[in-house]
């Protein structure tokens, strides 16, 4: 395998520093929330592991579509690394919501919208990955994948919108003043340049991550044209 | 009249929130690794039995 290449070191590096960087805006440059709290820093993550999940859920589906335009694995190889890196920061964003909520709600979990749409939306991307282990044939699997990426893109707008849409108690930082929503603040600009931060850090770390995911993609690529080699 | 004036003691619970956070990405980064150095392993091995002669 190639070793790794200087760019790629280089945004390892950077992405590290960005996350110290971010840690520390949180912790110490943020101010503290008047009525919740310490767990209000949570917030700052959260929203930017949400937003990780989003872009990388649409980079699936944009691979999806022009792997089915054009072709190509490699359009394949993208989707599926996407997916999983957007899996782990959903599920990072969901959990931290429900610590977020205890003391916020006076509940772990509560059936509202946000939590639901957000949820399913998970279970949606577990499935692709589930699915794709059951399908041998490369190009039938990338072709059933891109489909179900595509559509199930659904997903995540509809995660976007149920909190500006429907009645709900999560609240709506950015763009609404939403009286029945509960844990909601109004954002200091101190607390707004963290935010700003943490969302560019964790775009960093999504990059960062989608690119040695990708790498070891090519791995296993290698690994099967070997097989075959040998096998013939 | 009551007027909550105290900010409520959450630290536990964003301690708690970052455990899970760093803890995640810290666990994914690993399991990347893990994967990462058991595919060249198996590269390396397949290449061995490629190139050796067969019997």
């Known amino acids: 395998m190639e070793p790794m290449p200087r760019s790629l070191r280089i945004l390892t590096g950077v992405t590290i520093v960005l996350l110290a960087a971010a840690l520390y805006m949180v912790f110490i440059y943020a101010p503290r929330e008047a009525v919740m709290g310490e767990v209000q820093r949570v917030f700052y993550f959260h929203v930017s592991a949400g937003w990780v999940g989003a872009l990388a859920f649409l980079v699936t589906a944009v691979a999806g579509i022009v792997y089915l335009a054009r072709g190509g694995l490699h359009w394949d190889r993208l989707a599926v690394s996407s997916v999983e890196i957007g899996v782990v920061f959903t599920l990072i964003n969901i959990v931290s919501g429900s610590i977020w909520a205890r003391p916020t709600w006076n509940t772990w979990w509560t059936w509202d919208y946000r939590l639901v749409t957000a949820t399913v939306m998970e279970l949606i991307y577990i499935a692709y990955l589930l699915l794709r282990q059951g399908i041998e044939d490369p190009d039938r699997r990338a072709r059933f994948a891109a489909v179900f990426a595509i559509v199930g893109f659904l997903s995540v707008p509809l995660t976007f919108l149920s909190i500006r849409l429907l009645p709900t108690i999560h609240p709506v930082v950015i763009g609404s003043n939403d009286p029945s929503a509960q844990g909601t603040f109004d954002m200091t600009p101190r607390m707004l340049r963290a935010f700003m931060f943490s969302l560019l850090t964790f775009t960093f770390i999504y990059a960062t991550l989608l690119w040695h995911r990708l790498r070891l993609e090519g791995l296993h690529q290698q690994i099967e044209q070997l097989k075959l080699r040998i096998a013939g | ?55």
């Open chain 2, 1 to 55: 009249m009551h007027f909550q004036d105290a900010t409520a003691d959450t630290l536990n619970y964003m301690i708690l929130g970052y455990a899970v956070i760093l803890g995640a990405m810290a666990l994914y980064v690993l399991s990347l690794w893990i994967r990462t150095r058991n595919a060249r392993r198996d590269l390396t091995a397949l290449g061995e039995l490629e190139s050796s002669p067969r019997a």
